[in-house]
């Protein structure tokens, strides 16, 4: 069984679209990360959580983590084909431990 | 800064032989480094973690013969893959974490295996 779910599996809009994509776990984590993977290149990282209840912001994306600090959902505003990827979170239950990654939801934004 | 590079990018060998690929942090030392496997539409799957000086710890399941990992130095790690089959046909990709900075890894590009 998975650590973490993330739901969508798939998802594809149209460009100018909002979107919301989740991660959600039943186990509390002290961190969390999200990361985008664009085809033959590894992930990159976008934000890491750690306060629950946390919001942070990176232009059209909206991060949050949940109150409990066992799930978190990333916000997309207007989508664009550049957003096209794979995004996977990752939680890392204590300081110190590797961090585990979910399975991630392919998003592709069609122009 | 904490960019991680990896070599080769890409690889074709035949079925039988062993393949070096190569871990580098360009601009930082780290003493830890992670080498994961994904195989395509998939997540990335943790194959093992490096430490400099000492020897990986392997996740559950991952042959530590099979997959012969050295971190020589605080800025490469090599990992190799003997006796490859196709099955072993996957995204390699590693990553490294800075030191004193516990929630931050670097992922390379990584590379592309493929065993004929």
């Known amino acids: 069984t998975q650590l973490l779910e993330q739901s969508p599996q798939f998802l594809s809009i149209q460009e100018g679209e909002n979107l919301t994509v989740y991660c959600n776990s039943s186990s509390v984590f002290s961190s969390l990360q999200w990361y985008r993977q664009e085809p033959g290149e590894g992930p990159v990282l976008l934000v890491t959580v750690v306060t629950g209840g946390e919001v942070k912001k990176l232009k059209r994306l909206t991060f949050q983590f949940g109150d409990a600090r066992k799930d978190s959902s990333l916000h997309i505003t207007a989508a664009q084909p550049g957003d096209t990827g794979l995004y996977l979170c990752a939680g890392r239950k204590n300081y110190g431990q590797n961090f585990v990654f979910g399975p991630g939801t392919r998003l592709s934004v069609l122009p | 800064g904490a960019v991680v590079s990896q070599h080769p990018s890409w690889v074709i060998c035949k079925s039988g032989t062993s393949v070096k690929i190569e871990c580098r942090s360009l601009?930082?030392?780290?003493?830890?480094m992670f080498w994961y496997r994904q195989f395509p539409k998939q997540s990335l799957m943790l194959m093992a973690t490096?430490?400099?000086?000492?020897?990986?710890?392997?996740e559950q399941g991952v042959e530590k013969d099979k997959f012969l990992i050295n971190h020589a130095s605080l800025t490469l790690s090599t990992l190799t893959v003997t006796s490859a089959h196709p099955e072993d046909s996957s995204f390699y990709i590693c990553s490294a974490r800075l030191a004193g900075r516990g929630n931050e890894q670097f992922f390379g590009p990584g590379t592309r295996l493929t065993v004929l």
């Open positions: 490096s430490n400099e000086g000492s020897k990986a710890t392997y």
């Open positions: 601009d930082f030392q780290a003493t830890t």
